[in-house]
C-alpha cells in the first residue's frame, strides 16, 4: 500500500514544542496547523470544510521551523499522514483494563511560509547565505539548545561506509570459494586424465 505525501496549507494554532530524544542526537518539533476553505458571501466571509492535524518534524527541519515558527503564521506544509497509537488505562476506576487511542498525524518533510501573506528574509544555516529586505528581522539562529543532527548523518554514513566495506569483503572471500573449487576439480581432472594415459601406455606396451 502507497503512502502518498500529501500537503496542507494553514494556520499554526499552538505554540511550537520542540522535544528532545533521550540520546540527543535528534529531536522533534510539534505544532498543530489548522485549515479550512473560505468563501465570501456578501460582506462576509465564512470557513468551511476545517480540518485542524497536528504536525511533527524531524532534523533539521524540525530545529529550523522551531527558530523561525511561531502561532499565527501562515504556512504550507507536505508530509506524510500515519495512525499514532497509544494506550491509556481506563478512566474506570472499578476497571484495570487498558484502552486504546490513535489520532491521525503529519510528519513534514518540508514546511515554508505562504508568501501570499508575507515578504520574508532567510539566512541558510549551511553554508551562511542571507537575505535581509528592509524591516525584516532574521531570528536569531542558537543552535546550542539543539540536538547535533549533522553529527547524527556522519555517524549514520560512516556505518553505512563500513557495512559496505564488510559486504564488498565478504562476496569476495565468498567468489574465492568457487575458484578454488574449479581450480580443484581441474588439477583432478587433469590428473585423471594422466592416470588414463599412463595406463594405455601401459596397455599398449609388448610387455
Given at each position: 500500500?502507497?503512502?502518498?505525501?500529501?500537503?496542507?496549507?494553514?494556520?499554526?494554532?499552538?505554540?511550537?514544542?520542540?522535544?528532545?530524544?533521550?540520546?540527543?542526537?535528534?529531536?522533534?518539533?510539534?505544532?498543530?496547523?489548522?485549515?479550512?476553505?473560505?468563501?465570501?458571501q456578501?460582506?462576509?466571509w465564512?470557513?468551511v470544510d476545517?480540518?485542524?492535524?497536528?504536525?511533527?518534524?524531524?532534523?533539521?527541519?524540525?530545529?529550523?521551523?522551531?527558530?523561525?515558527?511561531?502561532?499565527?503564521?501562515?504556512?504550507?506544509v507536505?508530509?506524510?499522514?500515519y495512525?499514532?497509537?497509544?494506550?491509556?488505562?481506563?478512566?474506570?476506576?472499578?476497571?484495570?483494563?487498558?484502552?486504546?487511542?490513535?489520532?491521525?498525524?503529519?510528519?513534514?518533510?518540508?514546511?515554508?511560509i505562504?508568501?501570499?501573506?508575507?515578504i520574508?528574509?532567510?539566512?541558510?544555516?549551511?553554508?551562511?547565505?542571507?537575505?535581509?529586505?528592509?524591516?525584516?528581522?532574521?531570528?536569531?539562529?542558537?543552535f546550542?539548545?539543539?540536538?547535533?543532527?549533522?553529527?547524527?548523518?556522519?555517524?549514520?554514513?560512516?556505518?553505512?561506509?563500513?557495512?559496505?566495506?564488510?559486504s564488498?569483503?565478504?562476496?569476495?572471500?565468498?567468489?574465492?570459494?568457487?575458484e578454488?573449487?574449479?581450480?580443484?576439480?581441474?588439477?583432478?581432472?587433469?590428473?585423471?586424465a594422466?592416470?588414463?594415459?599412463?595406463?594405455?601406455?601401459?596397455?599398449?606396451?609388448?610387455?
Amino acid at each position: 500500500m502507497i503512502n502518498t505525501p500529501v500537503t496542507i496549507a494553514g494556520r499554526i494554532v499552538s505554540d511550537s514544542v520542540y522535544v528532545d530524544r533521550k540520546d540527543k542526537l535528534d529531536g522533534v518539533l510539534r505544532i498543530r496547523v489548522a485549515s479550512s476553505r473560505s468563501y465570501r458571501q456578501g460582506d462576509k466571509w465564512h470557513n468551511v470544510d476545517k480540518v485542524f492535524i497536528n504536525v511533527e518534524a524531524w532534523g533539521r527541519l524540525g530545529i529550523n521551523s522551531h527558530i523561525s515558527l511561531k502561532p499565527g503564521v501562515a504556512v504550507i506544509v507536505q508530509g506524510f499522514l500515519y495512525t499514532n497509537e497509544w494506550e491509556v488505562q481506563s478512566s474506570d476506576p472499578n476497571s484495570d483494563k487498558v484502552e486504546k487511542r490513535q489520532e491521525i498525524r503529519m510528519r513534514a518533510t518540508s514546511i515554508g511560509i505562504d508568501m501570499n501573506h508575507y515578504i520574508v528574509g532567510f539566512q541558510e544555516t549551511r553554508p551562511n547565505v542571507q537575505n535581509v529586505p528592509e524591516g525584516v528581522e532574521i531570528p536569531n539562529a542558537d543552535f546550542e539548545h539543539y540536538p547535533n543532527v549533522d553529527a547524527k548523518l556522519k555517524a549514520k554514513a560512516e556505518t553505512a561506509e563500513v557495512t559496505e566495506s564488510s559486504s564488498e569483503a565478504e562476496n569476495k572471500e565468498e567468489n574465492k570459494e568457487p575458484e578454488k573449487e574449479k581450480e580443484l576439480a581441474m588439477v583432478g581432472a587433469s590428473g585423471g586424465a594422466s592416470r588414463g594415459a599412463s595406463q594405455k601406455t601401459d596397455e599398449d606396451a609388448p610387455f
